[in-house]
T-cell receptor
Framework: GNSVTQMEGPVTLSEEAFLTINCTYT??????LFWYVQYPGEGLQLLLK?????DKGSNKGFEATYRKETTSFHLEKGSVQVSDSAVYFC???????????FGKGTMLLVSP | NAGVTQTPKFQVLKTGQSMTLQCAQD?????MSWYRQDPGMGLRLIHY???????DQGEVPNGYNVSRSTTEDFPLRLLSAAPSQTSVYFC?????????????????FGPGTRLLVL
């Protein structure tokens, strides 16, 4: 079956530091890949996505590239802000399915 | 648009009680899903629907029931609550482009229902 593995947290950074959160996946088909973000006390919202190999998703300074050869979709940001503190979920959606398979989530804490 | 709404926001139940978590969306989305979020587990799929009258089980369906009589509503029923069902429940909806099947759509999530079963 499908699965998503992402690095455990919490990840603790100072403001303006570089961020990487690793995500790898296992899928039988050709999935679409997503990063969702959950701010404290809220639901999940889409951060970025990529639907085919070598696509790069980007939003709000975050980027992730769909690497089929390494089955990875690592999240990066060049300079984090305190407001980026949240839980980040990597997820995949297989073709033919309307649902998501999630990783366990990575908490990011950014201090001033 | 209100998007995806969920009620109640918070609920306390006693073991053995039943209840219905409500989910509604006003975006005319064909696909709807229920997930539960537990610490260290991420989100796991409970049940999902690809249209009115069509539902299917996800990864953790035991103890839950769903129906989809309208496009807008997708209630989740707990038949006999157990402490293991203490969790945060999220409803989500999505749609696919005309002529395309599901896969790759952005999911829109509700704010969640926090359930405590004593």
């Amino acid at each position: 079956g499908n699965s998503v593995t992402q690095m455990e947290g919490p990840v603790t950074l100072s403001e303006e530091a570089f961020l990487t959160i690793n995500c790898t996946y296992t899928a039988t088909g050709y999935p679409s890949l997503f990063w969702y973000v959950q701010y404290p006390g809220e639901g999940l919202q889409l951060l970025l996505k990529a639907t085919k190999a070598d696509d790069k998703g980007s939003n709000k300074g975050f980027e992730a590239t769909y690497r089929k050869e390494t089955t990875s979709f690592h999240l990066e940001k060049g300079s984090v802000q305190v407001s980026d503190s949240a839980v980040y979920f990597c997820a995949l959606s297989d073709q033919g399915y309307s649902t998501l398979t999630f990783g366990k989530g990575t908490m990011l804490l950014v201090s001033p | 648009n209100a998007g995806v709404t969920q009620t109640p926001k918070f609920q306390v139940l006693k073991t053995g009680q039943s209840m219905t978590l409500q989910c509604a969306q006003d975006m005319n989305h064909e696909y709807m899903s229920w997930y539960r979020q537990d610490p260290g587990m991420g989100l796991r799929l409970i049940h999902y629907s690809v249209g009115a009258g069509i539902t299917d089980q996800g990864e953790v369906p035991n103890g839950y029931n769903v129906s989809r009589s309208t496009t807008e509503d997708f209630p989740l029923r707990l038949l006999s609550a157990a402490p293991s069902q203490t969790s945060v429940y999220f409803c989500a909806s999505s749609y696919s482009m005309p002529g395309r099947g599901p896969g790759g759509e952005t999911q829109y999530f509700g704010p969640g229902t926090r359930l405590l079963v004593l």
